[in-house]
């Protein structure tokens, strides 16, 4: 299916609706962030020639989209901290993250990529499994989202460049579980996650140390 906003017409016209999108689930290390975007229709069409799924465009296309949503949109980014996904689960920690980013848009309806519609939100929702591949708005808070976290996880991994996530952005790469092990567990890990869970179960070191933060 080619991207459109197919799904986004279904509330009628006139009515605003944001496409919401996460990136950040899976990673052993930084926060979960949701962005939320509203396309106006004075943008749609050069957003269609351009947008897709964060995860097939190049980073070089991202950030050239990132720029037209961000000029020309509507938009909110909500992050749910390391701790918050500790205490939530991620699931949870997730819908935190697309809440705070919807507070920060106008909008009368949601299209939310996935399968589960955000809890409490008391506007209309449509979930579009492989949303940011379809429809518009999701597709650029996918972009916004994902070169938003890039970056974050890039700042985040100049204290700790051992740990490689300016390359792969606090997931389970191999770079970074072998840091692990040499270097222990830093305060922007989750601990709740399997990996880094086990790791303190048999005496790694935990919480940072100048050999953490050693290149």
């Not at 100049?158 to 040499?182: F, Q």
Request: hydrophobic share 45%; glycine share 10%.
């Amino acid at each position: 299916m080619a991207l459109d906003d197919a799904f986004a017409r279904r509330f009628g016209e006139g009515v605003l609706v944001a496409g919401v999108d996460e990136v950040g689930r899976g990673p052993l290390a930084g926060p979960v962030v949701a962005a939320a975007v509203v396309v106006p229709e004075s943008v749609r069409e050069a957003l269609l020639k351009v947008a897709g799924d964060s995860k097939v465009l190049t980073a070089k296309k991202r950030v050239a989209v990132e720029v037209l949503v961000r000029e020309g949109c509507a938009f909110g980014i909500g992050e749910a901290s390391v701790a918050e996904i500790d205490e939530l689960n991620i699931r949870n920690a997730t819908f935190l993250a697309m809440t705070r980013a919807l507070a920060q848009v106008p909008y009368g309806a949601v299209v939310v990529d996935g399968n589960a519609k955000i809890p409490g939100l008391k506007m209309p929702q449509e979930c579009v499994v492989g949303g940011d591949g379809k429809e518009l708005a999701v597709a650029c808070a996918s972009i916004l989202a994902k070169v938003y976290r890039d970056a974050l996880m890039a700042k985040l991994g100049e204290a700790y460049p051992a740990y490689g996530w300016a390359k792969n952005a606090g997931y389970g790469t191999a770079v970074h579980m072998d840091a692990l092990r040499h270097h222990g567990v830093t305060e922007h890990h989750r601990r709740s996650f399997a990996p880094v869970r086990d790791m303190l179960g048999v005496g790694q070191q935990d919480e940072s140390t100048p050999d953490a933060k050693a290149a």
